[in-house]
Structures are given as structure tokens and as C-alpha cells.
Nanobody, 129 residues
Framework: QLQLVESGGGLVQPGGSLRLSCEAS????????IGWFRQAPGKEREGVTC????????NYADSVKGRFTIARDNAKNTVYLRMNSLNFEDTAVYYC??????????????????????WGQGTQVTVSS
């Protein structure tokens, strides 16, 4: 059974960068869709990015487009979220999530957390001066 463990969160100054990791164990990610989500204090959890290796698709929320990049290391069975030009509004707990959907692109449009059924425990990202 797939399990996800996030790491890489921390405290960073505005304008700085962080790389989050989502390490998968138990099963290859080849046919899973991976999403990153975040939840800021007092706010709903929102989709940040979605990646479908088998469908060859990536999608980003408008708020992070051009600043965040999702990438995968097949050998390590790990998905990364590279975050650049961080600002105060990026402060949140970041979660990676997965759902088994081979060859179908579910990453279009709004990145909907209801489509994902496997979740990591989250990692805190704090942007502060």
C-alpha cells in the first residue's frame, strides 16, 4: 500500500526558496497522480499543483504559477515541489497526496482535493522576515 512522507519544510525569508519532498513507499508512483496542497491558518486547504506521470500532464494554481515546480525522481520514488520567490501568503502546512489513475488526465482545471485518497502528514512552511 502506498504511503507518503513529506519533508523539507521550514522557515524562510520572503523571496527565498525551499524544496519539499514527498517520498513514496510501498508502490511505484508510475500510475499515480500526485498533488501538492496547502492549508494556511484559518483557511480551506487548496490545491497547489498536480502531476500525472502516465498522462504526461502538470497543472499549477494561478497563485504559484511561474514560482513553483513539481518534479519527480523515479529512482528515489520521490516527488519534489520546488518553491521560489516565496512570500508571506505561501505560509501554510503543505501536503502531498496521491490517487491511482493511470493514463487519464485529472489535473486540468481546479486541483480538487476530493480526487485524492492517499495523504501524507504535512510539512510546515513559514515565510517570515
Amino acid at each position: 500500500q502506498l504511503q507518503l512522507v513529506e519533508s523539507g519544510g521550514g522557515l524562510v525569508q520572503p523571496g527565498g526558496s525551499l524544496r519539499l519532498s514527498c517520498e513514496a513507499s510501498g508502490v511505484s508512483l508510475d500510475y499515480y497522480v500526485i498533488g501538492w496542497f496547502r492549508q494556511a491558518p484559518g483557511k480551506e486547504r487548496e490545491g497547489v499543483t498536480c502531476f500525472s506521470p502516465s498522462a504526461g500532464s502538470r497543472n499549477y494554481a494561478d497563485s504559484v504559477k511561474g514560482r513553483f515546480t513539481i518534479a519527480r525522481d523515479n529512482a528515489k520514488n520521490t516527488v519534489y515541489l520546488r518553491m521560489n520567490s516565496l512570500n508571506f501568503e505561501d505560509t501554510a502546512v503543505y501536503y502531498c497526496a496521491a490517487v491511482w489513475v493511470p493514463y487519464r488526465d485529472i489535473c486540468t482545471g481546479v486541483i480538487d482535493q476530493r480526487k485524492f485518497d492517499i495523504w501524507g502528514q504535512g510539512t510546515q512552511v513559514t515565510v517570515s522576515s
